[in-house]
């Protein structure tokens, strides 16, 4: 299995410019997490899905946020308008199911946002 | 609602020494916790869970882990480190009833030769 695969593995942009991070699960697994990691604030839970719902959106910053899961292999992080406090490494990560308890982590996303 | 505390931000130890990396943990329900690794330029790695029965748990390469429920604690130690476990060591927990999973800040271990 090759693993979570997110793409870009690296992103620079402009201010205002939309941003767009792809994740894709290990095939069969039931949840999928977003991650955001900062020096500042360390590893921060943005959302995650169990079986492609969203379940708690509580982490995502503000409303320039926003992520979807379409169907069971596709994940899509989206920043509009993007802002130089966005710069960060963005984690996917999926998990196989109820009770077990171990998440697979992709290699992350490094946005830069000038 | 749940969080951990990582002290420790960096931790330098030489060569074969013993380390211990703190973590203590805030929860009105029970939960599971957990230690991940991450190395340069990689996603974080599960490296030893406690969710039931022996409160010591431990992992392949010689990490091992004490859930103390007193102390709310879930200090990571290894008696003899090596070069190659320089990395960033990750503390997590969640409660039995959610999904969500919050990490701690990291500590970095840095092993010098």
């Known amino acids: 299995d090759a693993g979570v695969i997110q793409s870009p593995r690296h992103e620079v942009t402009e201010m205002g410019q939309e941003v767009t991070l792809r994740c894709k699960p290990i095939s069969g697994h039931n949840s999928l997490f977003w991650y955001r990691q900062t020096m500042m604030r360390g590893l921060e839970l943005l959302i995650y899905?169990?079986?492609?719902?969203?379940?708690?959106d509580s982490g995502m910053p503000e409303d320039r946020f926003s992520a979807k899961m379409p169907n069971a292999s596709f994940s899509t992080l989206k920043i509009q308008p993007s802002e130089p406090r966005d710069s960060a490494v963005y984690f996917c990560?999926?998990?196989?199911?109820?009770?077990?308890?171990?998440?697979?982590f992709g290699s992350g996303t490094q946005l830069s946002v000038l | 609602a749940q969080s951990v505390t990582q002290l420790d931000s960096q931790v330098p130890v030489f060569e074969e020494a013993p380390v211990e990396l703190r973590c203590n943990y805030s929860s009105s329900v029970s939960v599971y916790l957990f230690w991940y690794v991450q190395y340069p330029n990689q996603g974080l790695q599960l490296l030893l869970k406690?969710?039931?029965?022996?409160?010591l748990v431990e992992s392949i390469n010689g990490f091992e882990a004490e859930f103390n429920k007193s102390q709310t604690s879930f200090h990571l130690r290894k008696p003899s480190v090596h070069i190659s476990d320089t990395a960033e060591y990750f503390c997590?927990?969640?409660?039995?009833?959610?999904?969500?999973?919050?990490f701690g800040t990291g500590t970095r271990l840095q092993v010098f030769p």
């Open positions: 997590a927990v969640r409660s039995t009833f959610t999904d969500k999973l919050i």
């Open positions: 899905f169990n079986n492609n719902v969203p379940i708690d």
């Open positions: 990560a999926s998990r196989p199911g109820q009770g077990i308890e171990k998440l697979f």
């Open positions: 406690y969710l039931s029965g022996s409160t």
